[in-house]
């Protein structure tokens, strides 16, 4: 039974804010007591319904002596400061991925929690879905052989409605929209599922947003492994969420709330099994957080850090450089 409950406070509480809002609730070893958005009516409504301070500014937020972390679900572009302001104050930080918007930024991040025994978690939470443990667990069992290319796509039409945040269409603070943004997830849920990318290849276009935003982007990964990744994803086109592991003996179909594995007999269809994960909800963000507290009460290392965190965005870091100059690009050049 856990007896305390650390304290926390919360910056950025829309959206995907709320997410994070509920599985601080529902963690049990977490306590939101205060939080801070820029959108008064929606930080008034918080504070009212968690019991908790409303804050004026980040920096009354991070320097309140009251909390004992902070957990950052705002723009990308401000990640870095934030980080900074949070490490001057003591606080153990919970950050949205992407870490950054660049990997010198998420160098720099990762250098100031450094050596502080603060906890710093990146929130890579794709990954902790049951589906995608339950991947893994075939993975380490080989049951569909050795593993030949990996087939991706991650995308939402967020940039044909109303509401999207101005700086989420400017590409000076949201480069390469939709695999920031999206893409990055299933980035970071390859490299922990088969293992580490080595180069990377991109193409994008701006098809239908303002701003010139590059809407639409298609990748392909070379894992040091050998094996290829195809990666796309739009942020103008319908909802779209797979991601399929090929190998030898069978395939792994991973959607969000299902599992199906093919298996194959001397390369012939054999038979096809699927698992249910329906029932998932919110679990695998209430598990994040979750971690997040255990690992500040024991003075852990959380499964997906800095150094996870850095890797993910050098990956998409890479794609903006090879759409720009129209070339491969080798991760270590950048890390």
Known sequence: MI??????????????????????RDSGNLRLVSCYDINTAASEQVAREFSASMKSSYDDLVNDPGIDAVALVTPNHLHAEQVEKAVKAKKHIFVEKPIGNTVSEAREMIARVEGTGLVFMVGHNTRRR??????KELLKQQKIGQIVAVEANLSRPAGLQLGLPAWKADPKTCPLLPMIQLGIHFVDTVEYLIGPV???????ANIAMPNQALDSTAAILQLVSGVPVALTSYYVSADAYFLRIYGTKGTIHCYPLKLQLDFLENGNF????????????????????REFGECILRGQRTETGGTEGLRALAIIEAMVKSVEHHTVVELRDLL
């Open 270 to 289: 054999k038979e096809s099994i699927q698992e249910d994960y329906g029932s998932e909800g919110a679990g695998s963000y209430i598990l994040q957080m």
């Open 3 to 24: 007896e305390k409950k650390l304290r926390v406070g919360q910056a950025g509480i829309a959206n995907h804010g709320r997410t994070i809002l509920n599985a601080i």
């Open 198 to 204: 080595a180069r990377v290849s991109c193409f994008a």
């Open 130 to 135: 049951l589906v995608f443990r339950r991947a």
